[in-house]
């Protein structure tokens, strides 16, 4: 197996791709094909300020790296949930502040216990019936709202990558959840002005590809899921596709790259039409469609 731009070992073969590369050239490949993505989807401009959400993982890290390296103006925010399972929290905060520093870059962390009373778990744990995950998001959802708004970011990233894309499509597809397949793009416009711009850079990423960046690259990252992703339907999800995958090199990246193109050009059935008109909560001013409080500001007071 040799690079196919220098002819040395190589320590990737993409066979979605047909060739290999080696450690140097991989590292070059792989900005290039994120860089690819950011001007492809209009995702953000050179001069704009990008926050991205840091979990301590591959994709996140390695994402950061990506965008410091092609000379984006990326801050990091870490949300410490408060899951003591294996001190996972506590670990991953540790890999993303280590990260910051030897990046030289900023990194803002939110500890939601701290900021707001209790953690996920125990959150969780009081609104009996409702999962761990549930109350995450929206937890999530809002304070990296907040953050890219009062920071006055022009977009906010996370490090979702193509094996996360397909697992959420397929998930929807079998659903046919057409409210979330409207919304399941690499570009979330900013629908309101308190809403910021979303965009995940690695979507045209396989996971293997991250993890082999990280590797490389030499980044430090936590190994471990969260526990709570333990058994989620979407991780099965994810064999089925490295089945499919394995079968018929392409399979995956072809799946979401149609669907995309499918939307682009209309092709999609049409979302749910009852879309409730927005307004502001009483309490946090975040945007909802609820009536006075928003779902966060409910969490606290039940
Ligand atoms: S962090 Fe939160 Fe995930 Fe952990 S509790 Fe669930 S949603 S699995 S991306
Ligand atoms: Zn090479
Ligand atoms: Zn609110």
């Known amino acids: 197996m040799k690079c196919k731009r220098c002819g040395q070992p190589a320590v990737i073969n993409m066979r979605q791709h047909r060739f290999s590369l080696c450690g140097e050239h991989f590292l070059e490949w792989v900005p290039q094909q994120v860089?690819?993505?950011i001007e492809h989807y209009h995702m953000f401009?050179?001069?704009e300020r990008v926050l991205i959400a840091v979990s301590?993982?591959?994709?996140s890290l390695g994402l950061w790296d990506i965008l410091l390296q092609l000379g984006y103006q990326a801050q990091?925010?870490?949300?410490?949930l408060g899951v003591p399972d294996g001190g996972y929290?506590?670990?991953s905060q540790r890999k993303a502040e280590q990260f910051a520093v030897q990046a030289g870059a900023t990194l803002q962390v939110v500890n939601v216990r701290a900021e707001y009373g209790q953690t996920i778990p125990e959150l969780a744990r009081r609104r009996r019936g409702r999962s761990a995950c549930g109350t995450c998001g929206v937890v999530k959802r809002h304070i990296l709202n907040q953050a890219a708004c009062d920071g006055g970011f022009a977009a906010l990233a996370t490090g979702h990558n193509l094996d996360d894309e397909v697992a959420v499509l397929f998930q929807n597809t079998l659903h046919w959840s057409t409210g979330y397949l409207q919304r399941q793009a690499p570009v979330l416009p900013a629908s309101h002005p308190r809403?910021?711009?979303k965009v995940k850079p690695l979507v045209r990423m396989y996971e293997r590809e991250m993890a082999a960046y990280a590797l490389v690259r030499g980044i430090d990252y936590i190994y471990e899921e969260c526990p709570y992703s333990r058994g989620a339907t979407s991780l099965f999800y994810k064999t089925l596709f490295d089945q499919l995958e394995a079968a018929s090199p392409g399979a995956k990246q072809q799946f979401y790259l149609s669907f995309l193109q499918a939307r682009e050009e209309g092709r999609l059935l049409p979302a749910d039409a009852d879309r409730a008109e927005m307004g502001?909560?009483?309490r946090c001013g975040q945007p909802t469609t609820a009536p006075d409080l928003c779902v966060f500001c409910r969490l606290w007071d039940a």
């Open 76 to 80: 990091g925010i870490y949300i410490h």
């Open 280 to 282: 502001e909560c009483s």
């Open 45 to 47: 401009a050179p001069d």
């Open 56 to 59: 301590g993982g591959k994709d």
């Open 89 to 91: 929290s506590d670990v």
């Open 195 to 197: 809403l910021s711009r």
């Open 35 to 37: 860089q690819r993505s």
